[in-house]
């Protein structure tokens, strides 16, 4: 569409038309038969895309935040001990709802770009008897990837219960929620599961609900108690009708829509592909010359890239790229926040959509007056789009 933007930004992303047309339907009531239809469907769903067939999703009107604020609301009681792999800016705030809800937090950390190695992850939980173990999936603040699948199998074997903050990687970073024992996963709609923003997702494991309904004082949250939520998600699921707090009746239609798409695309296929867009973007990063804040390709997400601005060049690049159309996220980790931007690349994000937002990165950088081989972006990219 003439005049409009690639918006290329780690969430919100862009969104597939019949998405946005379940959107711009006229709202029905949300006991109507065919939201019940729909709101069950897209919870039968959630438990596919999130690979944990024994798993109890929930669906609740908010942002990833809330997400974050549910699992540990329903799973924390004062004096517990959390631990919290720490990738980053969200690490650090999902620290701070622990904390909040009166978890003494200790944190395993590695310099910003990296990732605490699997061993000291094994040896921070020997540590204490921690009940939660939180890993942040993909720290959008550092485009670092956690090791998912052997943090969480260790923590299962010290019978810690593990909450993954998916919110940057469920449906687009692989996750095999029931596989790899991981407790509660969690997301919002505004990324990779590819609905505008206004969904908080979670879905908890048959160890997580045990914790729950084994705790000792009432949870400390109003609006994020499982005891109100759960008979609305098990009604609707069994295509009935149940009320707590009004459901996000064209969200949810907007959801089912998506996660249908997501799993028609095949999971393997998905994360695939964003593998690929991964590659073909940081393949052209470098060859542009650029460094990227991940301090290695083994520990850099697959949703999103950090480059570092080159020498000579700030965060005004991003005006010219917006210009050229694209538009990109600046720096968010405090640390480190004026170095580099980021391109988000997930959900719907097509190869000629990458190919695009390369060409405007090239565009933006000759902008600025940065030298560089003009295309060298784009052919390294394609390599790896056509490959
Ligand atoms: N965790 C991660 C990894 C995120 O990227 C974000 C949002 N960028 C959040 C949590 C918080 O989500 P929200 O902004 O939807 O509250």
Redesign the pocket.
Known sequence: MKGRKLLMI??PIEFDPAVMEAMGAATTSHVAPEFVEVFGQALERMRQVWLAPDGQPFVVA???????DMAVANLIEPGDRALVVNTG??SD??AAILARYGAEVDHVRAAVGDRPSTEEVEAALGQANYKVMAI??????TAVLADVENWAKLSCQWETLTIV?????VAGEELQQQAWCVDVALT?S??AVGVP?GL?LLVAGPRAMETFRRRRRPVANYYADWNSWLPVMEAYEARRTSYFGTPAVNLVAALNVSLGQILAEGLEARFERHRRMSRAVKAAVSALGLGQVPVRDEVAAHTLTAPRYPDGVDSSLLGHVKAAGAILAGG?HPEIKGEYFRIGHMGVTSFGDVLATIGALEQGLMGVGYDFEPGAGLAAAQAFLLD
Do not use: E, N
Not at 62 to 68: D, F, N, V
Not at 136 to 141: A, C, G, M
């Open positions: 780690p969430g908010g942002s990833g935040t809330l997400a974050m800016y969200f705030r999902m942040t999936h993909v720290d959008t603040s903050d998916g919110v940057c990687s919002a505004q990324k923003p908080a968010l």
